[in-house]
T-cell receptor, first 112, second 113 residues
C-alpha cells in the first residue's frame, strides 16, 4: 500500500452503465489528481484538486466528472463511456510542489 | 509545441552495468524534474526530484543530472540488478499555472542476468 488507495482495482462496464472510481489518502496531502494512462502514451492529466480548487484538462469529455468532497477523498464518476476510454486510471496526491506524487495502484477499466 | 522525450522505448542492459536513461524536453521551463519507476499494472513510484538550480542528485545507486541549457536530464542506475527492470518515467513541474506534472512516455529497462 502506498498511502493512496484506489477502488476498485478492476472494472468492466458497458457503454450505458454508470460507475464511480474512488480514491482515498490520509497522508495530509494538499492536492489530488486523476490521470489516464493508455498504452504507448504519456500519463494524461484529467483533473486536479488543489486546496479545494478544481482544474481540469479541457480535452476531457463530459462523460467523466470528478468530485472532491474533502481533502482526503476523490471520485471519478463515469457514464456512457466509449471503448476508447479503456485504460488504467490513476489517482495521485502530493503535499506541495517540492514533493513527488504518491500514486495509487490504479483502476484498470475496460469498456465493452 | 511542448514535448518530453525519453531516449528510447526500451533499453536492455547486462547485470552489473550502469544504465543511463535520457529525458529531453522542448518548450518547457521546469522548476523541478522528477523520475518515477513503474511496474506493470501498478502506479508509478516516486524516486527522485531535482530542482532547476541543482546539477546532480544521488540516492543509493541512483543518480540524476539536470542541464537546463541542454534541456535534458540523465538518470543513472549503477550496478544494475534484474530487480531494477521496470519502466522509468520522467516528469516536469513548471511551477506556474496548474499544480501538476507533465510526463514522458517512459523507457522500459530490462536488466539481463
Amino acid at each position: 500500500e502506498t498511502g493512496v488507495t484506489q477502488t476498485p482495482r478492476h472494472l468492466v462496464m458497458g457503454m450505458t452503465n454508470k460507475k464511480s472510481l474512488k480514491c482515498e489518502q490520509h497522508l495530509g496531502h494538499n492536492a489530488m489528481y486523476w490521470y489516464k494512462q493508455s498504452a504507448k502514451k504519456p500519463l494524461e492529466l484529467m483533473f486536479v484538486y488543489s486546496l479545494e480548487e478544481r482544474v481540469e484538462n479541457n480535452s476531457v469529455p463530459s462523460r467523466f466528472s470528478p468530485e472532491c468532497p474533502n481533502s482526503s477523498h476523490l471520485f471519478l464518476h463515469l457514464h456512457t463511456l466509449q471503448p476508447e476510454d479503456s485504460a488504467l486510471y490513476l489517482c495521485a496526491s502530493r503535499k506541495d510542489r517540492t514533493y513527488g506524487y504518491t500514486f495509487g495502484s490504479g483502476t484498470r477499466l475496460t469498456v465493452v | 509545441s511542448q514535448k518530453i522525450e525519453q531516449n528510447s522505448e526500451a533499453l536492455n542492459i547486462q547485470e552489473g552495468k550502469t544504465a543511463t536513461l535520457t529525458c529531453n524536453y522542448t518548450n518547457y521551463s521546469p522548476a523541478y524534474l522528477q523520475w518515477y519507476r513503474q511496474d506493470p499494472g501498478r502506479g508509478p513510484v516516486f524516486l527522485l526530484l531535482i530542482r532547476e538550480n541543482e546539477k546532480e542528485k544521488r540516492k543509493e545507486r541512483l543518480k540524476v543530472t539536470f542541464d537546463t541549457t541542454l534541456k535534458q536530464s540523465l538518470f543513472h542506475i549503477t550496478a544494475s540488478q534484474p530487480a531494477d527492470s521496470a519502466t522509468y518515467l520522467c516528469a516536469l513541474d513548471t511551477e506556474t499555472g496548474a499544480n501538476n506534472l507533465f510526463f514522458g512516455t517512459g523507457t522500459r529497462l530490462t536488466v539481463i542476468p
